[in-house]
């Protein structure tokens, strides 16, 4: 690798890693003009409780903030693995989330990865599409004196990487998606495949 090329390289891993940093800052923070320039016009979002485009996770995240939804991000490493103007993203992340279940206030807390798809556009990387991973999950009480019981049966559903953070979401309303990737497992697999096709320049 040129000089020049390993320049360019450093230069694009670094304004992916901000334009993921910035995704979560303005998203959490509600700043969604600037939220929106993450995102390439055909940018879809997958989530447990909501698969769509770009807009439309926008709109909907802007009703539940504004009916007191409260969900919240952190991130940790990234890796990025670069392919011309193409790129694949993985970075550590933990969703945290607050809401009344059973007459108890509980935060849930899962552990996983962002898995991003993203294409260097005119100039401009953006967000292609965002697959959450989700390896692990709790629900606490808010309060230590509080008493919680879950429904067996109803937490079963669910797959194990995000059954209290579906349990959760189940509870204020909204339906789950319950194929969704885990740490192991075929629907992993078949996103690492994805991943690699994206690299290699096919269509998503």
């Given at each position: 690798m040129t000089l020049d090329a390993e320049l360019n390289h450093e230069r694009d891993v670094q304004t992916i890693r901000q334009l993921l940093e910035n995704w979560v800052v303005?998203?959490?923070a509600g700043d969604w003009k600037r939220f929106r320039t993450v995102w390439h016009d055909d940018g879809v979002m997958m989530a447990t409780w909501f698969q769509g485009v770009?807009?439309?996770?926008?709109?909907?995240?802007?009703?539940g903030w504004d009916k007191g939804v409260s969900i919240l991000h952190f991130l940790g490493g990234t890796s990025v693995d670069l392919a011309g103007d193409r790129a694949i993203?993985?970075?550590?992340?933990?969703?945290?989330?607050r809401a009344?279940?059973?007459d108890v206030w509980v935060?849930?807390?899962?552990?996983?990865?962002?898995?991003d798809f993203l294409e260097k556009r005119d100039g401009r990387w953006g967000m292609v599409?965002?697959?959450?991973?989700?390896?692990?999950?709790?629900m606490d009480p808010v309060s230590p004196s509080a008493r919680l019981e879950l429904d067996a049966a109803t937490l079963a559903q669910y797959p194990e990487g995000y059954r209290h953070l579906a349990y959760l979401q189940s509870q204020i309303g909204y339906q789950i998606k319950k194929d969704m990737p885990a740490l192991k497992?075929?629907?992993?697999?078949?996103?690492?495949?994805r991943g690699a096709r994206w690299l290699a320049g096919q269509p998503l």
């Amino acid at each position: 690798m040129t000089l020049d090329a390993e320049l360019n390289h450093e230069r694009d891993v670094q304004t992916i890693r901000q334009l993921l940093e910035n995704w979560v800052v303005w998203r959490d923070a509600g700043d969604w003009k600037r939220f929106r320039t993450v995102w390439h016009d055909d940018g879809v979002m997958m989530a447990t409780w909501f698969q769509g485009v770009a807009d439309e996770f926008i709109r909907v995240t802007r009703e539940g903030w504004d009916k007191g939804v409260s969900i919240l991000h952190f991130l940790g490493g990234t890796s990025v693995d670069l392919a011309g103007d193409r790129a694949i993203a993985q970075t550590k992340m933990t969703i945290s989330q607050r809401a009344l279940v059973h007459d108890v206030w509980v935060d849930v807390v899962c552990t996983g990865r962002f898995y991003d798809f993203l294409e260097k556009r005119d100039g401009r990387w953006g967000m292609v599409l965002r697959q959450p991973i989700y390896e692990k999950d709790r629900m606490d009480p808010v309060s230590p004196s509080a008493r919680l019981e879950l429904d067996a049966a109803t937490l079963a559903q669910y797959p194990e990487g995000y059954r209290h953070l579906a349990y959760l979401q189940s509870q204020i309303g909204y339906q789950i998606k319950k194929d969704m990737p885990a740490l192991k497992g075929p629907e992993v697999e078949a996103l690492y495949a994805r991943g690699a096709r994206w690299l290699a320049g096919q269509p998503l």
